[in-house]
């Protein structure tokens, strides 16, 4: 058992550094359609004036929906274009990977959506976005290296608006533009770095 166990391994770790290119051009716009999200549904929250726990959780938790619904046709798009399986033993890596810290986020905003926990508006934002760049990082282990760093820096600015301070009238507004900062406005600078250094390989 444990010879099978170790050669499908080494045989997953050969196919994922087989396919890091694959990865990394399917990774570009996954981060700018993420990134467009972001930023529109911030601006929205805030002309729309969603100023209460319960609508701020779920405003956010539907927003989510569009990005993911969005990478997944991405992705299969991606797989189908290079003829391979969408579920193959990679992608169920990288899926396993980033699992618990999705779980955690889904499971913090439907708790502040049903119980309302937490009256405090800056810290749904960065527990979301520690969960998140908690599961970036760990799905970099499985793609291209750059991720990693990324679920850092959105790890690092969820930990940083706990520091801002925001007065009780402001802390609405202040939560929706967290939101699309770590959730907008740094997936498109991403997105947009993965698009230029691919460029500039293409050229040299």
């Known amino acids: 058992m444990e010879p ?29 359609l993420t990134g467009t999200v972001g930023v529109i549904a911030a601006a929205a929250g805030l002309e729309l004036s969603i100023h209460t726990p319960r609508g701020f959780a779920g405003f956010w938790l539907a927003v989510s929906v569009v990005p993911v619904i969005g990478a997944l046709w991405i992705v299969r798009r991606q797989a189908l274009r290079d003829g391979e399986p969408l579920w193959s033993p990679p992608a169920r890596r990288v899926v396993q990977a980033v699992a618990p810290g999705f779980v955690v986020g889904l499971v913090l ?21 520690i969960c998140y760049g908690g599961a970036l990082h760990a ?11 990324f ?15 925001v007065s009780d009238l402001a802390q609405w507004p202040a939560a929706h533009l967290a939101m699309g900062l770590c959730f907008g406005v740094l997936h498109l600078l991403y997105g947009a770095y993965l698009y230029a250094t691919e460029h500039r390989k293409h050229v040299a």
């Open 139 to 149: 799905a970099g282990f499985f793609t291209p290296r750059g991720l990693r760093w």
């Open 4 to 32: 099978n166990w170790a050669a499908e391994n080494l045989q997953v770790i050969r196919t994922l550094m087989e396919r890091a290119a694959l990865y990394r051009r399917a990774l570009a716009p996954v981060m700018l």
């Open 109 to 129: 905003g439907l708790a502040q959506l049903q119980l309302r926990i937490g009256s405090h508006a800056a810290l749904l934002p960065a527990l979301w976005a």
């Open 151 to 165: 679920g850092w820096m959105v790890l690092l600015t969820g930990l940083g608006t706990l520091w801002v301070p």
